[in-house]
């Protein structure tokens, strides 16, 4: 069983930054791929960023060039680097992480971009 906690979410101005954070329970941690999705206002859950074992990167066209996604293998976390935030970016961001025959979800955070 692996619990994910995200934490960093808040209010930003449009242009400003923020890092969300992704601690995991449990010794497996570098085994799983884990990735970044987010759920905006009356629409549905879509991918941001994911990160492989391997330390692989994908990212949202919409995203890329602005968010970077990061992993910790010491300290079993995952990390989203924000920036130039804009309204659009306006979401809950839930962590998720994966491997054969398992996936686990956070409860996720709120990040809001407004003036």
């Known amino acids: 069983q692996v619990q994910l906690v995200e934490s960093g979410g808040g209010w930003v101005q449009p242009g400003g930054s923020l890092r969300l954070s992704c601690a995991a329970s449990?010794?497996?941690?570098?085994?799983?791929?884990m990735g970044w999705y987010r759920q905006r206002p009356e629409k549905q859950r879509e991918l941001v960023a994911t990160?492989?074992?391997?330390?692989?990167?994908n990212y949202a066209d919409s995203v890329k060039g602005r968010f970077t996604i990061s992993r910790d293998n010491v300290k079993n976390t995952v990390y989203l680097q924000m920036n130039s935030l804009k309204p659009e970016d306006t979401a809950v961001y839930y962590c998720s992480g994966w491997r054969t025959l398992s996936n686990y979800w956070g409860q996720g955070t709120q990040v809001t971009v407004s003036s």
């Open positions: 449990g010794n497996s941690f570098s085994f799983y791929n």
């Open positions: 990160i492989s074992s391997g330390g692989s990167t």
